[in-house]
């Protein structure tokens, strides 16, 4: 069974910090892709930030500077550290895993995502 278990999101207020969790069972994870995703209320995914399975980075514009992804093999986990959070940072974030190396790759497995929400 398959499973992509999203932990770590909540209330945090401007500024503040978040680090996010995704573990992962079931599939292969070592050879690759990971990703994270959020949606807002009334908007569409969007692609967060992604880390291919030999280490390259992607960030959304909106992040670079602020959100660090990062990956363990052995424990079959990646990461998002969020620093810098913003209202607009409000959203439903969900783990994906990439079906092959590259970020390129389409994603094919999720999570159930967390929530994280942004405000004073």
């Known amino acids: 069974q398959v499973q992509l278990v999203e932990s770590g999101g909540g209330l945090v207020q401007p500024g503040g910090s978040l680090r996010l969790s995704c573990a992962a069972s079931?599939?292969?994870?070592?050879?690759?892709?990971m990703g994270w995703y959020r949606q807002a209320p009334g908007k569409q995914r969007e692609l967060v930030a992604a880390?291919?399975?030999?280490?390259?980075?992607k960030y959304a514009d909106s992040v670079k500077g602020r959100f660090t992804i990062s990956r363990d093999n052995a424990k079959k986990t990646v990461y998002l550290q969020m620093d810098s959070l913003k209202p607009e940072d409000t959203a439903v974030y969900y783990c994906?895993?990439?079906?092959?190396?590259?970020?390129?790759?389409?994603?094919?497995?999720w999570g159930q995502g967390t929530q994280v929400t942004v405000s004073s």
């Open positions: 994906a895993r990439g079906r092959g190396s590259s970020w390129t790759d389409p994603f094919d497995y």
């Open positions: 079931g599939v292969s994870f070592r050879y690759n892709a």
């Open positions: 880390i291919a399975s030999y280490g390259s980075t």
